[in-house]
Nanobody, 116 residues
Framework: QVQLVESGGGLVQAGGSLRLSCAAS????????VGWFRQAPGKEREFVAR????????YYADSVKGRFTISRDNAKNTVYLQMNSLKPEDTAVYYC?????????WGQGTQVTVSS
């Protein structure tokens, strides 16, 4: 099993940057992927980015390509989401999730608010 804890959210002005962290613990699996999702008030949760733990392959939603970067630190067992050029529409609760064939494990979320 995997436990995930997000941190790094906060308030930032449009155009600014934040780095979110997702610390993982528990059993790890060769095909585990870690994804970032976000949910704004009144909207459905949406996919943001994903990284495959085994090979480091990354995937991004079109809305964040070129602005966000997902990465992992094997030594710290942590996944990061570097968010640059933030826009007010990026405001949401950000969650990390992990799984092999589906996202079975979810963190508690961290609030990101981008002001204009």
């Amino acid at each position: 099993q995997v436990q995930l804890v997000e941190s790094g959210g906060g308030l930032v002005q449009a155009g600014g940057s934040l780095r979110l962290s997702c610390a993982a613990s528990g059993r790890t699996f060769s095909r585990t992927a870690v994804g970032w999702f976000r949910q704004a008030p009144g909207k459905e949760r949406e996919f943001v980015a994903r990284i495959n733990w085994s090979d480091g392959r990354t995937y991004y939603a079109d809305s964040v390509k070129g602005r966000f970067t997902i990465s992992r630190d094997n030594a710290k067992n942590t996944v990061y989401l570097q968010m640059n050029s933030l826009k007010p529409e990026d405001t949401a609760v950000y969650y990390c999730a992990a799984g092999e064939y589906e996202y079975n494990f979810w963190g508690q979320g961290t609030q990101v608010t981008v002001s204009s």
